[in-house]
Nanobody
Framework: QEDLVESGGGLVQAGGSLRLSCAVSPGTFIMHAMGWFRQVPGKEREFAAAISYTGDIPHYADSVKGRFTISRDNAKNTVQLEMNGLKPEDTAVYYC???????????WGQGTQVTVSA
C-alpha cells in the first residue's frame, strides 16, 4: 500500500462540488505540512493547496482560492480538499503530498481523477 491514498474523485457538472480525502497508510504517520497538487496530461503538475501540521496556515493557488478549502484531522491522520463551484478547467488528476523533516513533497499518492463537465 502507498503511504498516501487519495479518494473522492469522480465526474461532476460545472458548478458542482466534490470532496477529496487523503488517508495515510497503516504504519505511517505524517507530522508535517500536507497538500494537494493537480496535473493534466502534457502539463506540469501544479500546486493547488497546502496546510501546516497545526492547520493554522492554509495556502491556495490563485486559481482555486475562494472555491477550495483544505483541512486536516491529525487524530485520524487525514487531509481533505473540499471543492466548490467546480469549473471544467479544474479537470485533472489530483495528488496528495506530504512534507518530511528532510524535504518538501517527500510523499505522494497515486492520484484521483476529477472530471468536470460543462
Amino acid at each position: 500500500q502507498e503511504d498516501l491514498v487519495e479518494s473522492g474523485g469522480g465526474l461532476v457538472q460545472a458548478g458542482g462540488s466534490l470532496r477529496l480525502s487523503c488517508a495515510v497508510s497503516p504504519g505511517t504517520f505524517i507530522m508535517h505540512a500536507m497538500g494537494w497538487f493537480r496535473q493534466v496530461p502534457g502539463k506540469e503538475r501544479e500546486f493547488a493547496a497546502a496546510i501546516s501540521y497545526t492547520g493554522d496556515i492554509p495556502h491556495y493557488a490563485d486559481s482555486v482560492k475562494g472555491r477550495f478549502t483544505i483541512s486536516r484531522d491529525n487524530a485520524k491522520n487525514t487531509v481533505q480538499l473540499e471543492m466548490n463551484g467546480l469549473k471544467p478547467e479544474d479537470t485533472a488528476v489530483y495528488y496528495c503530498t506530504a512534507d518530511s523533516t528532510s524535504a518538501p513533497y517527500e510523499y505522494w499518492g497515486q492520484g484521483t481523477q476529477v472530471t468536470v463537465s460543462a
